[in-house]
């Protein structure tokens, strides 16, 4: 055999990528001047959706200049469609026409489109900026601006092309909600029950008692809301940055949610999809024997108190004009993240606050068939 020469790289880390999320009424400013005393880059560049640009990132970029900042803005065309890599590039484009460098830093200033498509642009810019959210929108204030998941949708598929890239700091201002549709702040609140309904059953019954103070805007019980739904979040990313296991949990309601999703061609917003998704997979749970048929019922109950929807079958025969097809659903669930040789695993509740387990894993494989029989015999 012949000798070989061999040279070690030693990159043994210790990295620390935590970061605070601020929660209040008004923080533009805070955010300014924490930026100007603890800087994260030269130059910064506000990302938002054309919508939420006029609402929110225009008097954003002004706060940030009032406080001597140098920045830019960039604005792009609002939806789900612009989660693509041809959105994506336009991003970059226009960070290079601007002369950005590595030490720029991207502020995300909006809802989960926003902070995925930002966020991605953000880790692979330059090879990785910093970046800041600013999440606008209840799902993104409690879900999706926290635990650095970012990226771009296929047309096999949501978030199928992405990175793990936490962002510098979360600055959630509540105030902001004053602006969004109350469509959007109730497909926020999907998300919240999920929380719950993985997590803590106290805080499910608090969503049960304040649930329509938050929907008519209570300042209070939004931010009451908002801080525990985050902290949830938080202590779960802490323990599982990269979703070795854990983290799976999070992806409560999402397998068949995000099937929803996209046969829906994106006319369902993620937190309405997410809700059918949580009916669903508790109704399969309940086939399994796993989860209390009055467990889900109570879920479902929360849900519909919300004005969120949990009768998929009602809902995309409305919106596709013909009954819900279970090959078209179990076809999507194949490009989901949890699959693990092949097979799909779906996480599944066996209580209120408390999500089914086996050995340590939190997700359970079932086969194709099986799932396939469910879709058929059951009234979703």
Not at 340 to 366: D, F
Request: hydrophobic share 40%; net charge positive; aromatic share 4%.
């Amino acid at each position: 055999m012949a000798q070989t020469d061999k040279v070690r790289v030693n990159l043994k880390k210790t990295v620390d990528d935590s970061y605070d999320i601020h929660i209040g009424p008004d923080l533009f400013g805070q955010l300014a001047s924490s930026l100007r005393e603890r800087p994260l880059g030269d130059r910064y560049v506000v990302i938002s959706d054309a919508t939420v640009l006029k609402l929110h990132g225009n008097r954003l970029t002004e706060a940030l200049r009032k406080a001597g900042l140098k920045v830019e803005r960039i604005g792009f065309p609002a939806g789900e469609g612009s989660k693509s890599r041809k959105m994506k590039v336009f991003l970059e484009e226009h960070l290079v026409g601007l002369g950005l460098g590595r030490d720029c830093c991207i502020i995300a200033c909006g809802g989960g489109v926003t902070g995925d498509l930002a966020g991605f642009t953000a880790a692979t810019y330059m090879r990785g900026v910093p970046w800041v959210q600013v999440p606008t929108t209840m799902l993104a204030m409690v879900d999706a601006s926290i635990g650095g998941k970012t990226g771009i949708d296929l047309p096999e598929g949501k978030n199928l092309i992405g990175a793990f890239h936490q962002p510098a700091a979360v600055w959630i201002d509540v105030t902001t909600l004053e602006t969004l549709p109350r469509r959007h702040l109730v497909a926020g609140m999907a998300e919240v029950v999920k929380h719950a309904v993985i997590r803590d059953a106290k805080f499910f019954k608090l969503l049960e008692e304040r649930a329509e103070a938050v929907l008519d805007g209570d300042p209070a019980a939004q931010r009451e809301v908002i801080k525990h739904s985050c902290a949830i979040k938080a202590e779960v990313v802490s323990a599982d940055e990269k979703e070795t296991e854990l983290r799976r949990i999070l992806n409560y309601g999402h397998t068949l949610g995000h099937a929803f999703e996209s046969v829906s061609g994106f006319s369902l917003l993620h937190g309405e999809a997410v809700s059918l998704g949580m009916a669903s997979e508790a109704a399969l749970a309940v086939s399994m024997g796993i989860l209390p048929a009055d467990e889900a019922d109570r879920q479902n109950s929360l849900l519909k108190k919300l004005g969120l929807p949990v009768k998929a079958s009602v809902v995309m025969r409305a919106l596709l004009g013909r009954p819900l097809r279970p090959k078209e659903i179990l076809d999507y669930t194949h490009t989901d993240k949890k699959a693990r040789q092949g097979i799909t695993e779906y996480v599944l509740p066996a209580k209120i606050g408390q999500i089914k387990t086996n050995k340590k894993k939190v997700s359970t494989a079932i086969e194709d068939k099986s799932i396939l029989d469910f879709l058929r015999r059951s009234s979703l």
